[in-house]
């Protein structure tokens, strides 16, 4: 019978070691594949054009003990390929206690082999080496089976990284909600705002607000949102906006609540909830589009308090500046960002934050 525990035989006189740690799902599936035909270390490697470095190749490796490991990165180092028969035997000088099997592994897209260490003795056996060479194929064919699902998943994992990476750049908070209200997904932003319940908060994993009067336009809004067709290319995405009670008498909390596209549905994403802090949303997207236009920190901490809704006495008064000098600071920026009024001015910077956040249509709630 075939299979071998993954633990190391010890020499007289040395004491067993521990196998070499499976530690990724691709690693227990080789581990596995060791245990039932026999072998004493395996891993799935990957072809290369110009294999320079074989062993950063190889995925999924597993060994009982570090020998067999360390015959395992000699055969990557010797950068074999199996002959014409879709398989080859390999042993090496350094090596000369092991014998390795490299194998074809049958992938979509790219081509891998499935290289398997055993101990000579064990191949010694005539039944036994028969065994080996009728199961390895299919184990093979297993096996690429396993690594191209894995190498899916891992790209799927690292583009989900990266738009992570991006969204926890925004100071806008971004909640990921599914049908069933409970969230999949929440940048640093918004894990800020549920951390201090500072109008919104996690209850059994879903999202509410904090105020009671506040929960059922929520619930209300999120309904209606999510029972909107998910259909790719519609011309308009319909929105709901709403204003959230906070603790201690501050402004209230921004909640925007947008259809998820079709694609993010299908990954466990209904609807997108937006949440911003009025003293905080947007002012790092005011500072950047000033800077497009030449403006001076002065001029754009102008810019910043006439668009959170200040006046301009009231951005003077908080700048400590004479209203005159603020004047004065205004017209400046007219002339760099081509505008004539303070209300065009505000309608030019909303443009490009519309640009950067999508273009939503926005209802009262």
């Known amino acids: 019978m075939l299979g071998i525990d993954l633990v190391a035989r010890p020499v007289k006189g040395e004491t067993p070691v521990a196998a070499t740690a499976a530690t990724e799902p691709l690693a227990r599936f ?5 245990r039932a035909i026999g072998a004493v270390a395996g891993c799935l490697v990957l072809d290369d054009d110009a294999p320079t470095d074989r062993e950063r190749l ?5 060994a009982v003990d570090p020998l067999a490991d360390a015959a395992l990165t000699v055969l990557l180092a ?12 390999l042993r090496e000088a350094t090596m000369s206690a092991y014998r390795a099997l490299l194998l074809d592994t049958p992938m979509a897209g790219t081509s891998a082999h499935l290289l398997l260490v055993f101990d000579h003795r064990a191949l010694e056996d005539a039944d036994t080496f028969a065994q080996v060479m009728a ?3 299919g184990l093979a064919a297993a096996a690429g089976a396993m690594h191209e699902t894995w190498l899916q998943n891992d790209r799927a994992a690292e583009r989900q990284r990266l738009l992570a990476g991006v ?15 409970s969230v999949s997904f929440s940048n640093l932003a918004a894990q800020a705002i549920l951390a201090a319940r500072d109008g919104v908060e996690l209850r059994r994993d879903q999202l509410r607000p904090t105020r009671y009067q506040d929960a059922i336009r929520f619930q209300a809004a999120l309904d209606h949102v999510l029972a909107l067709p998910a259909e790719l290319g519609a011309p308009s995405r319909h929105s709901m906006m709403l ?14 609540i947008a259809p998820a596209a079709a694609e993010s549905a299908e990954g466990g994403a209904a609807a997108i909830v937006y949440v911003m802090r009025p003293e905080l949303s947007g002012l790092r997207g005011v500072e950047v589009i000033c800077q497009l236009h030449g403006l001076s920190p002065v001029e754009t901490q102008l810019v910043a308090r006439l668009v959170a809704g200040g006046t301009l006495s009231e951005a003077a008064a908080e700048m400590r500046i004479k209203p005159d000098t603020a004047r004065a600071y205004l017209k400046q920026v007219f002339a760099k960002t081509d505008t004539h009024r303070q209300a065009d001015l505000i309608q030019l910077v909303i443009r490009y934050q519309r640009a950067v956040r999508g273009d939503f249509l926005f209802h009262a709630a």
């Open 30 to 34: 080789v581990e596995g594949l060791c």
């Open 58 to 62: 190889a995925h999924g490796r597993a």
């Open 78 to 89: 010797a950068g074999h390929v199996p002959g014409r028969r879709g398989h080859a035997w």
């Open 135 to 137: 199961a390895a194929p």
């Open 167 to 181: 969204m926890n750049q925004s100071e806008c908070g971004i909640i990921l909600v599914r049908a069933d209200h």
């Open 243 to 256: 204003l959230l009670d906070r603790p201690e008498q501050q402004r209230p909390l921004i909640a925007v």
